[in-house]
């Protein structure tokens, strides 16, 4: 890369701190309100670009019912669509979108931007991950677009992204992991600690189920990783899974006197959980698809 394109590229990334930066920053706040504008939330449109995958539904409720009583304090990042009228697509903040369309309001506060593709990647990916938006594996995946449509290095991403070169890479290498373990990563069940630390044993997939089941530390992955490089095959002791606390008991009895069917209630290190309806017989399915209904 040569000095001017290096240059131009740090630039950038200045600007996109400016544009984004924190609350804090007086600079940024004020060319943010030159650019501040409210239009109606059907005038958006979401980016197939978007770096972000997963919308966690518990997420979302609860962003909803903050939008629903204070508004969108932080406007969403918007640029044109060529060819059409007053259309814009989101280069970030789909999930503020989406939480005031749940929320009902009519109308929601933009910055737009003039960006191209390659700016437009580059500003949705900052701005994710600034606010930890992202998982590990969304990251990776913005990462490698960067890389494979615009030529940037890991020293470039560094840059813009704000984040160390081992950062970026330690985040690209998580590419490298089976599918069914990067899904793990995404859903929540994986910790991207744990994930990087899988990078380096035998068979990762059957020790990202054992993570799972049952609760596997760092520390533990490490000490297989160790013992693999030494050639041992010592296995690791069985973690009963944790008890559930009073108060996940306390709900599930609740929910079983009230549908008289079996609930179990499972919470995940990120806050989201999953609630499982066990019933014996179709009858009894249908009754509860009837009451759900109502």
């Known amino acids: 890369m040569s000095m001017a394109e290096e240059q131009g590229r740090s630039r950038l990334g200045r600007g996109l701190a400016a544009l984004i930066g924190d609350v804090g920053d007086e600079i940024g706040a004020l060319e943010r309100a030159r650019g501040q504008r409210r239009v109606p939330v059907e005038f958006l449109r979401p980016s197939a670009r978007n770096p972000r995958r997963n919308f966690v539904e518990a997420d979302l409720?609860?962003?909803?019912?903050?939008?629903?009583?204070?508004?969108?304090?932080?406007?969403?990042?918007?640029?044109?669509?060529?060819?059409?009228?007053?259309?814009?697509?989101i280069i970030a903040g789909e999930r503020r979108w989406r939480a005031a369309q749940r929320a009902g309001l009519h109308d929601v506060p933009v910055i737009l931007v003039e960006a191209d593709d390659r700016q437009a990647l580059e500003i949705a990916i900052v701005e994710n991950v600034q606010r930890s938006d992202l998982n590990a594996i969304e990251e990776a995946a913005g990462y490698e677009r960067l890389i494979a449509e615009f030529g940037y290095t890991q020293n470039d991403l560094a840059q813009v992204i704000g984040k160390s070169r081992s950062h970026v890479a330690n985040t690209l290498r998580l590419s490298k992991l089976p599918e069914s373990v990067r899904q793990m990563v995404s859903d929540g069940l994986v910790s991207a600690g744990h994930a990087r630390s899988l990078l380096s044993v035998s068979d990762p997939e059957l020790m990202a189920r054992r993570i799972v089941d049952q609760g596997l530390s760092?520390?533990?992955?490490?000490?297989?990783?160790?013992?693999?490089?030494?050639?041992?095959?010592?296995?690791?002791?069985v973690k009963p899974k944790p008890e559930k606390d009073p108060d996940t008991r306390a709900v599930e009895k609740a929910l079983e006197e009230?549908?008289?069917?079996?609930?179990?209630?499972?919470?995940?290190?990120?806050?989201?959980?999953?609630?499982?309806?066990?019933?014996?017989?179709?009858?009894?399915?249908?009754?509860?698809?009837?009451?759900?209904?109502a």
């Open 258 to 293: 009230a549908l008289g069917l079996s609930i179990s209630i499972s919470h995940r290190a990120n806050g989201a959980g999953e609630v499982k309806i066990g019933y014996k017989t179709l009858d009894q399915l249908e009754a509860l698809c009837r009451r759900l209904k």
């Open 218 to 237: 760092v520390r533990d992955i490490e000490r297989v990783v160790q013992e693999e490089a030494r050639g041992e095959t010592k296995s690791l002791p």
């Open 61 to 89: 409720d609860d962003l909803t019912a903050s939008v629903r009583e204070r508004g969108i304090l932080q406007p969403i990042i918007v640029r044109s669509i060529s060819g059409m009228l007053d259309a814009y697509e």
